[in-house]
């Protein structure tokens, strides 16, 4: 079947598809204040995930707002983590089964950044940094401008889409409608602390998780407003390299160029791993790295061009990759230098030769790429660099022993994971969010960020796909995060769409 | 005539320098507690140059000292800055007139790092990292030991010498001898914060600082305790290089390896500046270098070597130079990378491309280099890597449109500066020095730091010689200052020896 990758709006929504979307809008609209009002109560809950009291408080909310709309919930448990808050609702007659993921935890906030208090919700007629003025939450009716915006941790990142879906469930309930697969609900409460008691709850849980399909709803749209399906991430492994000097700061005059100077032989070593335009020299580093498919190809050539205006916008004056747009440039690996440290600068500055200078780096590993393999051929590398590496702090023995030192600390990492595009599910999931929102989207064969989708992909061999509904210009992790009221209404729309149509598109595409 | 440099102890010290010793020494030892308290009494006025008041508590302090002793006082001034103490003891006879250097400003404390008030000084039985414990001031009574050390700010660096040469003036009164030389004496008020006025000031005062020679007692003697004599320094050109990333920090994996990573770029720039071995990479960065003159490398042969036990108390694997001795390397100019900066490193590392990436750099320069010239080649040098050069800050527009952009912001610096070792008047400083020891002393051609001697010998056009009596673990400009009494004593007698015997040996030395 055709699907809309790569190709400009070719034919308009089916009926169906805009019979659905006409009852969700209309209940929506109807309904826009309640629906507001349940996202700030849930807002109002400190959600960071070290916050265990409130976590578990976050955690009640959400069992009680899906239980009353009949899903069956329960919490699931591993020792030291917050809960996942998981919930089954079964479509009678449905063949296939998708989970729908988000996260219930946000990131650390430092309050004094915040205009307001993180966890006190105000909505506003516009963007905080365009002036944007509170609006009183007494006295509020529909129809509410699509511009306001709702500000608070987690609003967009990622309390919207928990709040999103129970809206489309109470959508399709008012209009008669039955959803077209057996939905599960699986909430995550600490992926901002990066997940670490994801992969045992996937695996101690593996049978009830079983399902076709994973879709994970986290993340904002495109920079054009348009919606973005990603079927992919980079996966990720980091490593902080030191070089040693002296056991003691130098003055630089006095043993300047006798003194082994940590940071010259720290920049020498690391100007051999990468160059400037992003290209990594380390060899036989891209040997696992698989070409694109025919399919990732098309979606990358079809996305609309956002690099000339990011560039400028960021004033960069040229871009690593010779040019290469951006997406084409996320496909790859890449070598990021995130931090380098080694004596002072600026006025804190001294003329001394320090004892030690550090680089922390993170490479972004794309298929097939493992981080066991990256680590093999960096440390190879750096060998072959004339360094002794070591993965500890090396003894003072071995450091007068040894002429060149490197020390190497890796993080745990992982692999990247690409959902194959032309996959009958793929094409069932761009085609149903397409005709629910009667114009393309925009198809990501992957993130350029690192999510551990391949723990989905790995451990309940489920195919995954990003469906994000935030706006781009939301603040996520930073100050004053917000959403913007037309992402929501959108995001309704859309996930009443995968609700009610996919399993009928799917088992369309899947014929023949 | 010849002299010790590079030469085992080959003749006894002359009678008259015996005899001059002796009676120095003499006076010494039937005074040592009067001159301790003398030298305490100076320790106790706090002496950062920015602090005025006490500045002036100081310098009123030496003239009232110098003034009992006879020497004509007064305070020379510029604007802003703390007073030079000067004094002038013409030596009726005399042909020919030396002005002794010192200076009275110490570094900056922070309390919390040393053990008791730094201006509180406190006498000890030994080194307060051996346990050295505390020896009360009432009931002191010669002879004190001389492996006792007196702590406090400028104790070594550099009150020792003003109150040392107070000393030696009154051992040569007692003993009835005349100084050889027309004596001046220079003590600076804002050393430690980099002589910034003291240009002007000798230029200002060039008349009446006119002579045939300065000494400068500052610095420690050599690590093997011997007394040391330095004929130059090498200059200093500083750099701060800043490249530019995007104008935001950005997330590295949804645009590493597409938005340009300024710490790749500045490692790969400051790679192509200088190799591991402290080779300067920079073309004709070396031109203007002059060779070592005979005199030079007999006295870098000569000295004691220290390499092999410095490397291992450092921990050095290797050093730079492919291990040539450090006196020889502190001949060459070197390229110090002396901080290093840009996202950040440890637990405070984010997954984000920076703004920009730092480094900063000392340069230090032999003859005859001009920083001028220097900074010439640097830039070049930075350019032909394909950056453009600016001074200030870039404009937007101007980093949009220019791919590649290094600003470069220079220090003052100023040249390194050499007293020919073989000049009558280098030749007699020796000598004079050596008779009185009854042994070799180190001859350095150099420090390996920067002290801006060539002011001296360009403005007043005098030959300057550094004799340093600190003992090196003094831990000048940290906590816990402090000096060996054992230096306090021998320094006195090379006061003595200077005073009463320089002239007479020049006039040989100068004997065609």
Request: a negative charge; proline letters at 9%.
């Given at each position: 079947m055709g699907v809309w990758?790569?190709?400009?709006p070719a034919k308009p929504a089916s009926n169906e598809a805009a019979a659905v979307r006409a009852s969700v809008r209309s209940y ?143 959508a399709l309930?008012?209009a008669g409608r039955t959803p077209s ?247 069932a999931?761009i085609r149903t969010v397409e005709e629910d929102r009667g114009e393309p ?52 729309e859309v996930?009443g769409a995968l609700m009610a149509r996919l399993g009928g598109v799917w088992e369309a595409e899947?014929?023949?």
């Open positions: 990758v790569g190709l400009p929506r609209k109807a309904h826009e204040v309640e629906v507001l009002r349940e996202l700030a109560g849930l807002l109002e809950i400190p959600n960071v995930s070290s916050d265990s009291a409130s976590i578990e408080r976050n955690a009640e909310a959400i069992v009680q707002a899906y239980g009353r709309r009949g899903v069956r919930m329960e919490l699931l448990r591993v020792p030291g983590a917050p809960p996942v808050v998981y919930g089954e609702l079964p479509a009678p007659g449905a063949k296939r089964t998708v989970i729908f993921y988000a996260h219930y935890d946000g990131q650390p906030v430092r309050p004094s950044d915040w205009t307001g208090d993180p966890w006190k919700p105000v909505l506003r007629d516009g963007p905080l940094r365009d002036g944007g003025k509170e609006i009183p939450w007494n006295g509020l009716a529909a129809p509410l401008s699509p511009e306001w915006r709702l500000y608070g941790r987690s609003a967009s990142d990622d309390k919207a889409p928990i709040v999103g879906l129970l809206a489309a469930l109470d309930r008012a697969v057996n939905l599960k609900f699986f909430f995550e409460g600490e992926e901002e602390a990066g997940s670490p008691h994801l992969e045992s709850l996937l695996s101690a849980n593996a049978d009830r998780l079983r399902g076709d399909l994973w879709l994970l709803f986290d993340g904002p749209v495109h920079q054009t407003r348009r919606m973005a399906l990603y079927f992919g991430a980079r996966g990720v492994a980091d490593v902080e390299i030191t070089v040693y000097g002296p056991r003691r700061p130098l003055h630089s005059g006095h043993y300047g160029n006798w003194a082994v100077n940590p940071i010259a032989a720290l920049v020498r070593l690391l100007g051999t791993m990468r160059d400037d335009e992003g290209r990594i020299l380390v060899s036989g580093f891209s040997d696992d790295v698989r070409a694109p498919t025919a399919a990732e190809k098309r979606a990358l050539a079809a996305a609309p061009p956002v690099d000339e205006e990011l560039r400028r916008s960021l004033l960069l004056g040229r871009t690593e990759g010779e040019g290469a747009p951006l997406l084409d440039r996320l496909m790859l690996p890449a070598l990021n230098l995130h931090g380098i440290a080694g004596g002072a600068v600026g006025p804190a500055a001294t003329n001394s030769i320090p004892t030690e200078a550090v680089a922390s780096i993170d490479i972004r590993l794309v298929p097939n790429q493992t981080p066991g393999r990256v680590r093999e051929r960096i440390e190879e590398h750096v060998r072959r660099q004339g360094f002794t590496v070591v993965n500890e702090e090396p003894s003072a023995e071995m450091r007068l022993s040894h002429p060149r030192i490197a020390k190497l600390v890796w993080g745990a990492g992982y692999p990247a994971s690409r959902t194959d595009m032309d996959l009958p599910v793929s094409r999931v989207v925009v198809n990501l064969p992957t993130l350029g960020g690192s999510i551990p989708m391949y723990l989905f992909a790995e451990i309940l061999r489920a195919p995954v796909v990003g469906v994000p509904i935030a706006n781009h210009d939301n603040d996520q992790h930073a100050a004053n995060e917000n959403l913007r009221l037309q992402n929501l209404w959108d995001g309704i996930y899947a014929r023949p």
